[in-house]
């Protein structure tokens, strides 16, 4: 019966983000137009109809769950190697960065049209983790990942100082409706994906989703400190390794398509320890789920909330995860 509701939720969401938009399209025109392209039915539909469903609405229900997924996941991955309930993707500069490095391919130019912004987002990433690790051991955090709170100190600085850059460089090599499109789109933008979009998207979310549920055991281990991982036998520095290096790769591709999305990656943990409890067996695959789930009803929100305009995703993430993770304090503290 689990498999069954997973996979009701797999295909549910996906369809609830075709049909429910600007305009509603009735579910039987969306099956109709599955069927006619994957496996030349020979339905009689609308080519409007036809285009809207599968050029924009379903690569956008594609999109928005892999993202959802891939940063659920690297939540998880994250707070766990840290220790730190706090730790994301967006908090920890890997996001902030990725803005960054696609901005300077986008705006700037960088690489004269030879590198794509998702190569530029990765090594933004990579920067922005490495600088605030470094930060972190020079401000007396110790070797390694061990200093977990000036981690995440560092990592404040780390995205505050590379915000600042991308709003340096939009300033400085962008026209005004380069910079208007800019902005809309480090606030999360799903309107421009298409289907090479979503070729990139879902690798990447499998990818860090694989490498999760690999090493979940680690994960388990590393909850306890590096130390005691290190006692089970994990080779603790190549792990951490491999972990952070996935999540910094997910974290590039998905700002690279839609831009910035905060606390999917901090929120969505959180009410995946609620349901399912603190191994991460469960924690990895029911954290991508609902992260799927949530990043579609979000996408779906910021189409219909205000009747003839789309809102920034970003935004939408914002107003509903900031009630929703002081509800999870608050629950956390009346049960502690």
Request: charged share 10%; hydrophobic share 60%; with cysteine.
């Amino acid at each position: 019966m689990r498999w069954i509701g997973i996979a009701t939720i797999l295909v549910a969401a996906p369809l609830a983000g075709i049909c429910i938009g600007e305009t509603r399209i009735p579910l039987s025109t969306v099956l109709q137009v599955l069927a006619n392209r994957l496996w030349d039915a020979g339905y009689a539909v609308d080519p409007i109809d036809e285009g809207i469903i599968w050029s924009y609405r379903l690569t956008r229900a594609l999109v928005a769950g892999a993202c959802g997924a891939a940063l659920a996941v690297c939540g998880v991955i994250l707070q766990s190697l840290l220790r730190n309930a706090l730790a994301d993707p967006y908090l920890l500069g890997i996001s902030a960065g990725a803005s960054t490095g696609a901005v300077l391919i986008a705006v700037a130019g960088l690489g004269a049209g030879m590198v794509p912004m998702s190569a530029g987002a990765l090594l933004g990433a990579l920067l922005a983790f490495g600088l605030v690790t470094l930060l972190a051991q020079l401000s007396g955090g110790g070797t390694g990942l061990r200093g977990t709170g000036q981690i995440i100190l560092a990592g404040i600085a780390g995205s505050q100082l590379f915000n600042a850059l991308t709003s340096f460089i939009i300033a400085r090599s962008a026209n005004a409706e380069q910079a208007r499109g800019i902005m809309f789109w480090l606030l999360g933008n799903l309107s421009g994906v298409r289907w090479d979009d979503v070729w990139l998207a879902l690798p990447a979310a499998a990818m860090v989703l694989l490498i999760g549920l690999w090493h979940i055991r680690a994960l388990d281990a590393f909850t306890f400190g590096a130390e005691s991982a290190a006692s089970l036998g994990i080779p603790v520095r190549q792990v951490q390794a491999v972990l952070i290096l996935a999540a910094a790769i997910a974290t590039a591709v998905m700002v690279s398509i839609v831009g910035s999305i905060g606390f999917v990656g901090l929120v969505v943990p959180h009410a995946a320890r609620f349901l399912v409890g603190v191994r991460h067996a469960r924690l990895v695959p029911a954290s991508a789920l609902i992260g799927m789930v949530f990043l579609i009803a979000a996408d779906i929100l910021s189409r219909v909330m205000i009747p003839g305009q789309v809102l920034p995703i970003g935004v939408v993430t914002a107003l509903v995860g900031a009630p929703v993770f002081a509800l999870i304090l608050i629950r956390g503290r009346a049960s502690s």
